[in-house]
Every structure is written in C-alpha cells, then in structure tokens.
T-cell receptor, first 117, second 112 residues
C-alpha cells in the first residue's frame, strides 16, 4: 500500500516550452502533497506544499508563476514548469501524505527527470 | 527551524563490515527523524523513522538507528553490509510533518 506514482518518469523538452508532471497517490487519498527538486549529487529541496482544493504554498525563492501547482483531487497533483530553461533541468520528486494517516510520514514518488535543451 | 547535518558525503565499507552513517539534527521542538535510501534515478524509500517512544528504532533491510537527544544525533547502523546496500542515504527531520528538511546525503559504497 501507500504507492505514489509520477508521470512521466523522464522528459526532454526544448527551451521555452512548458512541461507538466503528474503525481498520483494510487491506493490512498492525499490531502497534502509536496514537490521537491534534486540537483545531481545533491539533496532534496522542498519547492512547495500542495493542499487539495487550495493554493500551493511555495518555499522562499521558488517562483510560483514558473512552477504552477494544481492539486485538484485527493489523488492527483500536477507541477507545470512553464517556459522551461536549461537551468530548470533537474530531478523532480513528489510525495504525498495520507489523509487521516500519520501526519509525520510522506510517501515518495519515483521522480521525474527533466532535461531542458 | 529544523536542519540536518550528515557527516561524510561518502562512506565506503567492505561487504560484511559494520555500516555507520552519521546524522546530527537541529530542532527547536521535539523532532521527528527519518532515514531514507535512494537508488539511482529512483525516489526515496523509507528505511525507518523516530517519532516518540523507544529511542532505538529498527527498520527494513537490517538497519537501525538510535535517537540520542543529548547528542542531537540519529545515526544509522547495520551490523553487516551487503552489496545491495550501496546507495544514497538521506537523513531528514520534521517538526510538524510539513516541513521536512533533508541532509545532503551520504553515498554508501560496499566493496566485495
């Protein structure tokens, strides 16, 4: 149980285009989902916290107009990287917290590797 | 605010040897502490976590960690390393479940 999927697992796009990444909780409902980015050989950095039906909360330094987050249902959150540039190339990982479950545990997706040419 | 320091970005051990990955934390409130493992191009898998209660926590794959409040530490150990343990390990701290902060990671190499 408690499986989180991400789609796509990898994507290559041209500079200036937008890319949407989906994060789904497959066997549970998630009121809260989180988006992280990870640069090569570095740790995970929290980008934003997404709550179903409300606006995401972004960490300091993360451009909300560039990284659009939508959490329209209890099982799906999407991250759209708008007007992507090479510096946006990274590994993006989402996690989900089970509704009504232990508030201190997040279940992580397998990640999406974005390469912007 | 919470933060985590992982001592040693790279640890190398021989197969069968003790694994010790160090983690020290800083937290203004009682922390929740986690260890995750990440294999190449994959997400994070929870090894173990400390919330309350027993300070010695046992996790999957033979790993365990001990919460030492006086030392603000949560080191990860495994008595005998296996080749399949080679991966990146992250220590994380959270105060409220939302604000999870990760350490820089420790890459474990296991030599045959």
């Amino acid at each position: 149980g408690a499986v989180v999927s991400q789609h796509p697992s990898w994507v290559i796009c041209k500079s200036g285009t937008s890319v949407k990444i989906e994060c789904r909780s497959l066997d549970f409902q998630a009121t809260t989902m989180f988006w992280y980015r990870q640069f090569p050989k570095q740790s995970l950095m929290l980008m934003a916290t997404s709550n179903e039906g409300s606006k995401a909360t972004y960490e300091q330094g993360v451009e909300k107009d560039k990284f659009l987050i939508n959490h329209a249902s209890l099982t799906l959150s999407t991250l759209t990287v708008t007007s992507a540039h090479p510096e946006d190339s990274s590994f993006y990982i989402c996690s989900a917290r089970m509704t009504g479950g232990s508030y201190n545990e997040q279940f992580f997706g397998p990640g999406t590797r974005l390469t912007v040419l | 605010a919470q933060s985590v320091t992982q001592l040693g970005s790279h640890v190398s051990v021989s197969e069968g040897a003790l694994v010790l990955l160090r983690c020290n934390y800083s937290s203004s409130v009682p922390p929740y502490l986690f260890w995750y493992v990440q294999y190449p191009n994959q997400g994070l898998q929870l090894l173990l976590k400390y919330t309350t209660g027993a300070t010695l926590v046992k996790g999957i794959n033979g790993f365990e960690a001990e919460f030492k409040k006086s030392e603000t530490s949560f080191h990860l150990t495994k008595p005998s390393a296996h080749m399949s343990d080679a991966a990146e390990y992250f220590c994380a701290v959270s105060a409220n479940g939302n604000d999870m902060r990760f350490g820089a990671g420790t890459r474990l190499t296991v030599k045959p």
